[in-house]
């Protein structure tokens, strides 16, 4: 997309916020206009606005970073005031049972094809086992055993729509085909939870159940993820459930 386009500067200004990512999470003026297209003139003209207003902030060697107002704002999402802070306490508990890295994500879908499992929580300590994922992080669906519990909840419509999308191979172990991914995900729904065994990081397996449907908010599931070779899949399958559980009574009962 060009200025030509007729874009307007709100759409402007969240192209550019769109380029921060993981592996760069502060940018120089010259890889933000290499990925908005934006003209020079246009572009600073729109850093100056957003630095003025908190969105971004300025660091050494005239970079930019994500800014302070920018992360208070998404605190306000009910994502972190409702889901968050009534799931840590649960996520706690799973923690202390099981010394293995806890997550919390949810279904995020402009629209199927596109859909991901988006990060909002996560416990860890100094016995878990180093992963991927990370606050505010986004996996693929049918790679990990929380994206997995969440697929597993959803109509034939949806699912069709989903598998427009080629499902992209992040280990030798991810399932790529639609084919066998509705197997496991029929598998999914008879056990009661998810399992992604080295299917987004070699070593790993992730266990996962959804929390049910919650009004107001969009599609959650918690689980955990443990070396493979340690993993007690029912007894890790049991605690996940039963927090999962815990954690939908609560969440209904807030609102």
Same mark, same amino acid.
Do not use: F
């Given at each position: 997309m060009t200025e030509a386009d007729g874009e307007g500067i709100l759409a402007r200004a969240v192209r550019i916020l769109s380029c921060f990512t993981d592996e760069e999470p502060d940018l120089g003026a010259t890889r933000i206009a290499e990925r908005t297209g934006l003209s020079? /003139?246009?572009? %600073?003209?729109?850093?100056? !606005?957003?630095? =003025? %207003?908190? $969105?971004?902030?300025?660091?050494? &060697?005239? *970079?930019?970073?994500?800014? +302070? *107002?920018?992360? @208070?704002l998404g605190e306000l999402s009910p994502l972190s005031l409702r889901l968050r802070e009534t799931a840590l306490p649960h996520m706690q508990r799973l923690y202390e049972a099981t010394a293995e890295n806890v997550h919390l994500a949810v279904? =995020?879908?402009? !629209? +199927? #094809?596109?859909a991901s499992a988006l990060y909002v929580g996560r416990v860890t300590g100094h016995a878990s086992i180093p992963t991927l994922s990370r606050m505010g992080g986004r996996h693929p669906l049918h790679a990990v055993g929380v994206g997995k519990a969440m697929l597993a909840q959803q109509g034939d419509d949806w699912l069709r729509a989903f598998f427009e999308a080629p499902l992209e191979r992040e280990t030798v172990h991810t399932i790529t085909t639609e084919e066998a991914l509705r197997e496991d995900l029929a598998a999914t729904r008879r056990r009661?939870?998810?399992?992604? *065994?080295? @299917?987004?990081?070699?070593?790993?397996? /992730?266990?996962?159940?959804?929390? &049910?449907?919650?009004?107001? $908010?969009?599609?959650?599931?918690?689980?955990?993820? #443990? %070396?493979? @070779?340690?993993? =007690?899949e029912r007894r890790l399958?049991?605690?996940v459930r039963q927090a999962a559980d815990a954690l939908g009574r609560d969440l209904r009962e807030s609102r």
């Open positions: 020079p /003139s246009t572009l %600073h003209r729109i850093l100056a !606005q957003l630095v =003025d %207003h908190g $969105l971004l902030a300025r660091s050494p &060697g005239r *970079r930019y970073i994500v800014g +302070p *107002r920018l992360w @208070e279904l =995020d879908a402009p !629209q +199927p #094809a596109r009661g939870y998810a399992v992604a *065994r080295e @299917e987004m990081t070699l070593g790993n397996i /992730s266990i996962a159940a959804m929390v &049910g449907t919650v009004r107001g $908010l969009p599609p959650v599931a918690i689980g955990v993820v #443990a %070396h493979i @070779e340690r993993a =007690d399958a049991r605690l």
